[in-house]
């Protein structure tokens, strides 16, 4: 599981990938999602978790700067920015 510490933290590629694959492991659902929210040590700055939408927007930016959106599309999470 990947430690963030700060809103300025920068994921590099590997990690970002490593969250994925954990995200499109258990959360495949609101709840579920709601429930790695809990207790993932990722800081997350936005969480939307219902029936017709799913993201994760994390504190930290990518190892560009780039605000990070994690987005459950077609049943796969994926990067959407």
Do not use: F, K
């Not at 995200?23 to 990722?42: F, K, M, Y």
């Amino acid at each position: 599981m990947i430690a963030a510490t700060a809103p300025n933290v920068a994921y590099n590629e590997a990690q970002l990938e490593e969250l994925l694959l954990e995200l499109n492991h258990c959360a495949h659902d609101a709840g579920q999602l709601r429930a790695w929210a809990a207790r993932t040590t990722v800081e997350i700055e936005r969480l939307m978790a219902c029936d017709s939408l799913m993201y994760v927007r994390l504190a930290g930016a990518d190892e560009h700067g780039g605000a990070v959106v994690l987005m459950l599309l077609d049943g796969v999470w994926e990067r959407a920015l």
